[in-house]
């Protein structure tokens, strides 16, 4: 399991979707095919007007805008938006858990 809202923050964090405590939408440039190839739906998809094409013709996020609703992420058709993280209840995250537990066991911890 992964968990968001680590408090330190470090400029050189390899993990930078980690620091804030809420979801909030990630952008995966190497599967965006740009706008000359899919249309880019995800524009036409944001409610806010957060997302703007680049010279490129991938988009620009106004993070400020954004509220991380996640219309953009499911009108991308090559996953390159995605919303990470996800509110969760204790007996959720230990439903996940439980799936290792064969590993957890055999392993003495994990
Ligand atoms: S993010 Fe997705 S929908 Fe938007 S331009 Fe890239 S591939 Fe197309
Ligand atoms: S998550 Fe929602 S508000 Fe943010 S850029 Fe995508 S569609 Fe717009």
Same mark, same amino acid.
């Not at 390899?14 to 095919?33: A, D, T, Y």
């Given at each position: 399991?992964?968990? $968001?809202?680590?408090?330190?923050?470090?400029?050189?964090?390899?993990?930078?979707?980690?620091? $804030?405590?809420?979801?909030? &939408?990630?952008?995966?440039?190497? @599967?965006?095919?740009?706008?000359?190839?899919?249309?880019?739906?995800?524009?036409?998809?944001?409610?806010?007007?957060?997302?703007?094409?680049?010279?490129?013709?991938?988009?620009?996020?106004?993070?400020?805008?954004?509220?991380?609703?996640?219309?953009?992420?499911?009108?991308?058709?090559?996953?390159? &938006? $995605?919303?990470?993280? @996800?509110?969760?209840?204790?007996?959720?995250?230990?439903?996940?858990?439980?799936?290792? @537990?064969?590993?957890? @066991?055999?392993?003495?911890?994990?």
């Amino acid at each position: 399991m992964f968990l $968001k809202g680590c408090p330190l923050q470090c400029l050189w964090c390899c993990n930078p979707e980690s620091q $804030k405590s809420e979801p909030e &939408l990630g952008f995966i440039e190497s @599967r965006c095919v740009g706008n000359g190839v899919c249309g880019a739906p995800c524009v036409s998809a944001c409610p806010v007007g957060a997302i703007h094409l680049s010279g490129q013709g991938k988009p620009s996020i106004d993070r400020k805008t954004c509220d991380e609703c996640g219309n953009c992420a499911d009108a991308c058709g090559k996953d390159a &938006l $995605k919303v990470v993280g @996800r509110e969760m209840t204790v007996a959720e995250v230990m439903a996940e858990v439980e799936k290792d @537990r064969a590993f957890y @066991r055999r392993s003495g911890g994990g």
